[in-house]
């Protein structure tokens, strides 16, 4: 486990939504949770249909100490569902980590099929976002296309480093490390009063 130490200031008390897509990469989601909650971060996470696939909703919600979301409804039978709008206002960042290229295709063109993209549309924080596909997927340029315009929203799209990818090939499109985006963050709420 890397040294938390150099997260816990910047990122005490900050209330990040963490959403997971699915990507083989999704399994990192834990370790990512227990770093930000170590920092002393308040997380949510909101895992999509196809992440839960990757990794289960009961160890997110056990690292992150909250019942993690994933279908726009809580409870169909009583008419309960999550709010968006609320869970979205309610963040000081949204993370997507990883980000797969149908989620970041959903959000760059504005779709709204799932939770997480619902809360990306109503989140007024900074949103953060850690592309993981294979190589080629991460260098068609449709993909390209759509983190230049998510660039262009002003959000914060991870670089991904070059590397050994699940596929057995070697390039870009790994997601940048749990322990690297904790290092991002950090800088970022470094430039903010701590609460
Ligand atoms: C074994 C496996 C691994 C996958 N890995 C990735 C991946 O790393 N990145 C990606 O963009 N899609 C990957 N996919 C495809 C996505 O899971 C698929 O596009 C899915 O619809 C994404 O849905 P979401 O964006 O709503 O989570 C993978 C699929 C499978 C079966």
Same mark, same amino acid.
């Given at each position: 486990m890397a040294d938390l130490t150099p997260h816990s200031t910047a990122l005490h008390g900050r209330r990040i939504l963490l959403g997971v897509s %699915?990507?083989? @990469? @999704?399994?990192?989601a834990a370790p990512l949770t227990r770093l930000l909650v170590k920092a002393g971060a308040e997380v949510q996470v909101i895992l999509t249909e196809a992440a839960t696939a990757f990794v289960t909703p009961l160890t997110l919600g056990t690292l992150s100490k909250k019942p993690v979301l994933t279908g726009f409804l809580r409870d169909a039978a009583a008419g309960e569902w999550h709010n968006h709008v609320e869970l979205g206002l309610w963040a000081d960042a949204l993370l997507i @980590?990883? @980000?797969s290229a149908n989620t970041i295709g959903q959000l760059a063109n504005g779709l709204c099929p799932n939770l997480l993209c619902a809360v990306y549309l109503s989140a007024r924080c900074p949103v953060f976002l850690a592309p993981a596909m294979d190589l080629d997927m991460y260098a068609h340029p449709a993909v390209t296309q759509n983190l230049a315009r998510l660039r262009s929203f002003g959000n914060h799209v991870f670089d991904s480093p070059s590397g050994e990818l699940a596929s057995g090939l070697s390039g870009? %499109?790994?997601?940048?490390e749990p322990e690297d985006m904790m290092a991002e963050l950090t800088k970022f709420f470094a430039g903010f009063v701590s609460k």
């Open positions: %699915g990507s083989i @990469a @999704a399994y990192k @980590a990883p @980000a870009h %499109g790994r997601m940048l």
